[in-house]
């Protein structure tokens, strides 16, 4: 399997302080890999980081996405190359319809990889089919974008994005917070729907309850800015069980 993802003992500062203090993480093609740790341990700044989100100054280490240096590259260059982060907290635009962020932000990526914008029948159809199956009403996508969406619906437009923007990539932050019981089976069939050899995911998350619906080929543990446990699916198991104590001391 080719190494999709590579984070090498990899160093973050925010606001002069440091967050992430060497984390080293490898996600092959094909591969499912949940995060999980307690909270301030770092999961959302690297995701952040790796999808480009500004204010975060890297001051050790690299991530290479396809082999090549990811950190050289803006945020968009990264997301036409197929990295793909659904926010913890996704950011409301207010005066932007979602339809047409949708629209700009899918033909945008397409024209950087050099392919033809989406004609707008091609695109309507896409968008309609991709909502539907998640339970999207059409008339969500008129409203600004996340503007006084619910906290479920919020995540579901995350998932919506990433169902029709296909990334190679993507990076999942507590998708399920928020989510109803009903969602969370729909939101997670989406995401299973775009599990394919070519594709890998990293799934943040505190439950285990979502790791019965994507179910992962590997578990990491994060604690103070570092990857200190790595196994299997059991391993959320057994944080289920035990919780993180012994991991933090490690970490200390
Ligand atoms: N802009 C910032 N200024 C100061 N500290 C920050 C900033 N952003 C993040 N931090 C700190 O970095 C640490 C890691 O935060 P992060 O959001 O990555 O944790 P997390 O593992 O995602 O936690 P959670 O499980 O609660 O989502 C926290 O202590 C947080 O307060
Ligand atoms: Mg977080």
Do not use: W
Not at 139 to 144: F, N, Q
Not at 224 to 229: A, H
Request: with cysteine.
């Amino acid at each position: 399997m080719a190494a999709l993802l590579e984070v090498k003992d990899l160093q973050v500062s925010v606001a002069d302080r440091e967050i992430l203090h060497g984390l080293t993480l490898t996600v092959n093609q094909g591969e499912v890999h949940a995060i999980m740790g307690p909270n301030g341990s770092g999961k959302s700044t690297l995701s952040h980081v790796i999808a480009g989100k500004p204010g975060y100054e890297v001051t050790g280490g690299q991530i290479l996405f396809k082999g090549e240096d990811l950190l050289e590259m803006e945020p968009n260059e990264r997301a036409a190359k197929g990295v793909f982060l659904a926010f913890q907290y996704p950011v409301e635009i207010p005066g932007v319809a979602t339809m047409n962020f949708l629209r700009t932000a899918l033909n945008a990526q397409r024209k950087a990889r050099g392919e033809d914008e989406l004609s707008t029948p091609d695109f309507l159809k896409r968008v309609r089919e991709v909502s539907a199956s998640l339970g999207i009403p059409q008339e969500m996508l008129k409203r600004g974008v996340n503007v006084g969406f619910s906290g479920g619906e919020k995540k579901r437009n995350e998932v919506l994005q990433m169902a029709l923007f296909q990334p190679s990539l993507c990076i999942l932050d507590e998708m399920d917070s928020g989510l109803d019981i009903d969602a969370l089976r729909i939101a997670s069939e989406g995401v299973n729907a775009l599990r394919s050899p070519e594709r890998a995911m990293v799934v943040i998350t505190h439950y285990q309850r979502l790791l019965d619906y994507i179910v992962p080929d590997y578990v990491h543990v994060m604690s103070k800015g570092k990857v200190v446990k790595s196994g299997g699916k059991e391993l959320a198991l057994e944080l289920e069980a035990n919780g993180y104590a012994q991991y933090q001391e490690a970490a200390a």
